[in-house]
């Protein structure tokens, strides 16, 4: 065997070059997202204990060296036994769905405005739409508690224009907690549509309008269909955050606004039943997944048609 | 031993300090304070048994601090390096032996006792000339409907509600039967749409600018609440009811979490909140008693003569203590108290 056969076999037992670089985001992907989860997924399957960490371990070396394995399985039997976390669960998914079709609805338009205005504008209103970026989340949704506030600017105006008599209570109600959903996740609506719109072959339209077509046939025959990747891949931008969304609903919802984040925070922090809340998250976590995965299933096969 | 860092990391609960007790440690011994503060002891167990809190002092609840002692959470206290322990009230120390037995790793700190704070005007108008000596006050569906107008508050707090609701019910509260807690549970919930807001600190603010008019809250608080509305001078009286059937008294602790960083400053600081006129400012600030006898006798004659900070005998014997519980029952409970607190 010479040395040049000796290195090409050397380098095909190497990764090549490609490898490290798309290692990097693996190698992030595995520290920060599956060691985590399954920290996680451990922790749903002990048993709570009044120690430090509040659960027993879930693998135990004996003395008489065996590994013992104990799983609870009964924390996930609590989570689907108690119809409180169902509920939690369709509410949580009952008001990300409406954000998010409230943010589709509003982003739309101002997406495609963007996308359409002369070229030395678009910078700016891009700008103004990652502005609020520049200034911490918590603070925007405490910014929210001062304007909704009973006597904050909004309860001010409607009771200067007499249109009512006494403050409403806007704070602590699920409309608060829409408006405060809808503004902070709107920016992750209008990102991926507004890059699908600005992609979009204009001369497409023309010769629909040549054709025949209406204005509003043209939109939903030709612009809506050659943008749908912009919408889907921004309702799952806005959708998935806010379902387990936990500062929104705890500042701008009331005692009633029952969602899932504040049912883990919950079960870790004032049950300190970290075995539940660790299950919790797991069954949130696969049932988002499947949705995810249909969702894009959906898409594929309509793209092969 | 390697000399500390000038610091003491301490997390107590809210509005629960004189205003000038920190300033007076740090200028007299040049250790810096990090103040923190909580308001639910549910919050502060979980911090400490997930470890490394990074606190030197931290201030549960005896009930708390009960079980919390049992896992070693806690640093026992090197008395020697506490020269006013002595301050202490015997007749407290020797209570608090039924849940920090030997005094290891506590010292009081406030006494707490849970009851009814209200306005006087509105709660007449609302509910007119019946007597106001119990529990049915607000947990009575009847009058709770009426006080909703005017805003009935509760402390967001399984302990608490829960302890006095099975008070008016007649069952005992230290019992663990779950019958007993459902029973608990379902009347609580009837009771649950007039209630406005649980919370366990915005209610001292509330009261006193009538935003509401009747709250289950701890007499301090309450008190604090009767003299802020006195100072705003609007003519709103704030009193304090502990119902004929009684009603939970705690002690809140202080004590040193075992991987303190700082756990000689840690003692520092409690001898120096043990001294009898640092523990009568917290009386006079804050309205609780502090367990500490020296300092009972410098506090002001209208504050020593005032019955819901010192209550008499006959007053007394309705008070019960909030004992440890199992932790399973505490997963049930928590659970129910969830159910009522949202509504669901």
């Given at each position: 065997?010479?040395?040049?056969?000796?290195?090409r076999?050397?380098q095909r037992?190497?990764?090549s070059?490609?490898?490290?670089v798309?290692?990097?985001p693996?190698l992030w992907l595995?520290l920060?997202f599956?060691?985590p989860f399954?920290?996680?997924?451990k922790?749903?399957?002990?048993?709570?204990?009044?120690?430090?960490?509040?659960v027993?371990?879930?693998f135990v070396?004996?003395?008489e060296?065996?590994l013992?394995i104990?799983l609870h399985?009964s924390?996930f039997g609590?989570?689907?036994g108690?119809?409180l976390?169902?509920?939690?669960?369709l509410?949580?998914?009952?008001?990300a769905g409406?954000s998010?079709?409230?943010a589709?609805?509003l982003?739309?338009?101002?997406?495609?405005?963007?996308?359409?205005?002369?070229s030395?504008?678009?910078?700016?209103?891009?700008?103004?739409?990652?502005?609020?970026?520049f200034?911490?989340?918590l603070l925007?949704v405490?910014?929210?508690?001062?304007?909704l506030?009973?006597?904050?600017?909004?309860n001010?105006?409607?009771l200067?224009?007499?249109?009512?008599?006494?403050?409403?209570?806007l704070?602590?109600?699920?409309f608060?907690?829409?408006v405060?959903?809808?503004?902070?996740?709107?920016?992750?609506?209008?990102?991926?549509l507004?890059?699908a719109?600005?992609?979009?072959?204009l001369?497409?339209?023309?010769?629909?309008?040549d054709l025949?077509?209406?204005p509003?046939q043209v939109f939903f025959k030709?612009t809506?269909?050659?943008?749908?990747?912009?919408i889907f891949?921004?309702?799952?931008?806005?959708?998935i955050?806010?379902?387990?969304e936990?500062?929104?609903p705890?500042?701008?919802?009331g005692?009633?606004?029952l969602?899932?984040g504040r049912?883990v925070?919950?079960?870790?922090?004032a049950?300190?039943?970290?075995?539940?809340?660790?299950?919790?998250a797991?069954v949130?976590l696969?049932l988002?997944?499947?949705?995810?995965?249909?969702?894009?299933r959906i898409q594929?096969?309509?793209e092969?048609t | 031993?390697?000399?500390?860092?000038?610091?003491?990391n301490v997390l107590?609960w809210?509005d629960y300090?004189?205003?000038?007790?920190?300033?007076r440690?740090?200028e007299?011994?040049?250790?810096k304070?990090?103040y923190?503060?909580?308001?639910?002891?549910e919050?502060?167990?979980?911090?400490l048994?997930t470890?490394?809190?990074?606190?030197d002092?931290?201030?549960?609840?005896?009930f708390?601090?009960e079980r919390?002692?049992?896992?070693g959470?806690?640093?026992p206290l090197d008395?020697?390096?506490?020269?006013?322990y002595h301050?202490?009230?015997?007749?407290?120390?020797?209570?608090?032996q039924?849940?920090?037995p030997?005094?290891?790793f506590?010292?009081?700190?406030s006494?707490?006792?849970?009851?009814?704070?209200?306005n006087v005007?509105?709660?007449?108008k609302?509910?007119?000339?019946?007597?106001?000596d119990?529990w049915?006050?607000i947990?009575d569906?009847?009058?709770?409907?009426?006080?909703?107008?005017?805003?009935?508050?509760m402390?967001?707090?399984?302990?608490e509600?829960f302890f006095s609701?099975k008070l008016?019910?007649?069952?005992?509260?230290a019992?663990?039967?779950?019958?007993?807690?459902q029973?608990t549970?379902?009347m609580?919930?009837?009771v649950?749409?007039s209630?406005?807001e649980?919370?366990?600190s915005?209610?001292?603010s509330?009261?006193?600018n009538?935003?509401t008019?009747?709250?289950?809250g701890?007499?301090?608080?309450?008190l604090?609440a009767?003299?802020?509305a006195r100072e705003?001078?609007?003519g709103?009286?704030i009193v304090?009811?502990?119902?004929k059937?009684g009603?939970?008294?705690?002690?809140d602790?202080l004590a040193?979490?075992a991987?303190a960083?700082h756990?000689?400053?840690?003692h520092k600081?409690?001898?120096?909140?043990?001294?009898a006129?640092v523990?009568?400012a917290?009386?006079?600030?804050?309205?609780?008693?502090?367990g500490?006898?020296?300092?009972?006798?410098?506090v002001?004659?209208?504050?020593?003569?005032?019955e819901?900070?010192?209550?008499?005998?006959?007053?007394?014997?309705r008070?019960?203590p909030?004992?440890?519980?199992?932790?399973?029952y505490?997963r049930?409970?928590?659970r129910?108290?969830t159910?009522v607190?949202t509504?669901h």
């Open positions: 065997m010479n040395l040049a056969s000796l290195k076999a050397a037992l190497l990764p070059g490609g490898w490290y798309i290692a990097i693996y595995l920060f599956l060691i399954l920290i996680v997924l922790i749903s399957f002990a048993n709570i204990a009044l120690a430090m960490p509040p027993e371990p879930v070396w004996t003395q060296q065996i013992q104990r399985f924390n609590f989570v689907f108690d119809s976390y169902i509920e939690a669960f509410t949580s998914v009952r008001i409406v998010t079709l409230l589709l609805l982003g739309y338009p101002m997406a495609y405005g963007i996308a359409r205005a002369p030395g504008w678009r910078n700016v209103l891009f700008l103004l739409v990652v502005l609020p970026f200034t911490s989340f925007r405490y910014a929210w508690l001062g304007l506030g009973r006597s904050g600017p909004l001010g105006l409607l200067h224009l007499g249109l009512i008599h006494e403050p409403l209570q704070l602590q109600t699920d608060a907690v829409y405060g959903m809808v503004y902070s996740y709107l920016p992750f609506m209008i990102l991926p507004y890059s719109i600005e992609k979009l072959d001369n497409l339209l023309e010769a629909a309008a025949g077509c209406r509003a030709i809506l269909p050659l943008t749908k990747e912009g891949a921004g309702c799952l931008l806005v959708f955050p806010a379902v387990g936990y500062v929104i705890a500042l701008l919802g005692p009633d606004t969602m899932i049912v925070w919950d079960e870790f922090f049950n300190r039943d970290w075995p539940v809340a660790s299950a919790l797991i949130l696969v988002l997944a499947g949705l995810v995965l249909l969702l894009q594929a096969r309509e092969a | 031993m390697i000399a500390e860092d000038r610091v003491v107590n809210s300090i004189a205003p000038d007790t920190i300033a440690f740090e007299e011994t040049g250790i304070v990090n923190d503060v909580f308001d639910s002891n919050v502060l167990e979980t911090k048994l470890g490394h809190t990074g606190y002092v931290v201030a549960p609840s005896d708390f601090l919390q002692a049992k896992q959470i806690f640093l008395k020697s390096k506490l020269p006013h301050n202490l009230d015997p007749m407290v120390m020797s209570q608090l039924a849940v920090d030997g005094n290891r506590g010292i009081p700190y006494d707490v006792v849970t009851g009814i704070g209200y005007a509105a709660i007449k609302v509910l007119g000339d019946q007597p106001l119990s049915s006050m947990f569906p009847k009058n709770a409907e009426k006080l909703k107008a005017c805003g009935l508050t402390l967001d707090s399984e302990a509600v609701a008016w019910l007649g069952l005992d509260p019992s663990e039967r779950r019958e007993d807690l029973a549970e379902i609580l919930r009837a649950r749409p209630v406005r649980f919370h366990s915005k209610y001292i509330d009261l006193a009538g935003e008019c009747v709250a289950l701890w007499s301090g608080d309450v604090q009767r003299d802020r705003a001078g609007k709103i009286e304090f009811l502990i119902p059937e009603g939970m008294v705690t002690f602790m040193i979490p991987d960083p756990p000689d400053n840690a600081f409690l001898d120096f909140l043990m001294r006129e523990a009568a917290f009386t006079e600030a804050r309205k609780y008693p502090s500490n006898a020296a300092a009972e006798r410098l002001s004659p209208e504050l020593a003569s005032d819901i900070i010192f209550p008499p005998a006959d007053v007394r014997v008070l019960k909030h004992r440890a519980e199992s932790l399973m505490t049930y409970a928590n129910a108290w159910r607190r509504g």
